[in-house]
Every structure is written in C-alpha cells, then in structure tokens.
Nanobody, 119 residues
C-alpha cells in the first residue's frame, strides 16, 4: 500500500466550502476503506468520515452530518471529502487513511492538509 497524499485544504470563511482529495502516491486503494480524520494541536485526533470499499457504506461523526460528504472514485483512484457550511470549529489538519474496513484499524496515513475556517 502506497503513501497517501491529501490536497484541497485552505482558508475559507464560515459558511464556505472546500473539497479535499486523497490519492495514493503509487498503486491503487480500491481494495481498502478510506477514512478522513482531523486533528487540532492539543486535542485527540477525531474520526470525521469513512467509506468502505463497497462504495456504499459510509460513516460520519455527528458534528459533520448533513454538512460533509465522503465519496470515492476508484476509476480515478481517489477519495474526496466535500465540506459545506464550514464552521470555525472545523479548523484542523485533515488526514486521510486506509484500512481493510471502516471498523478496523487504519494502517496508512497521509501527511495532512490544513483547513482553516475564519472570517
């Protein structure tokens, strides 16, 4: 399994949107579940969303339900996190990771991309 690379972070005003992308640096990850996590300095890492390899099973933490959407395009070898109606409390470094399934431990991680929500 290759190293994962995230992109799409940035500075956005409250209420704005961002779309994060995750892709392997080499190879494919269609056999793996992909999760998105976020971390703020001084706080524990938080699971945000996950999508299983079946492309159907998805999971979200309560605070992002109705605002964030996780998806994947195995043909393009990429996964995405569409984030709408962003709030200042969504500010964090967002990482993607892969595992056998959303319910199991995540093995491979990306370096992360900074998301800052501020006016």
């Amino acid at each position: 399994q290759a190293h994962l690379v995230e992109s799409g972070g940035g500075l956005v005003q409250p209420g704005g949107s961002l779309r994060l992308s995750c892709a392997p640096s080499e190879g494919t990850f269609d056999r793996y579940a992909i999760g998105w996590f976020r971390q703020v300095p001084g706080k524990e890492r938080e699971g945000v969303a996950c999508i299983n390899k079946d492309l159907v099973s998805t999971y979200y933490t309560d605070s992002v339900k109705g605002r964030f959407t996780i998806s994947r395009d195995n043909a393009k070898n990429a996964a995405f996190l569409q984030m709408n109606n962003l709030r200042p409390e969504d500010t964090a470094v967002y990482h993607c990771a892969s595992s056998g399934a959303c319910e199991t431990e995540f093995d491979y991680w990306g370096q992360g991309t900074q998301v800052t929500v501020s006016s």
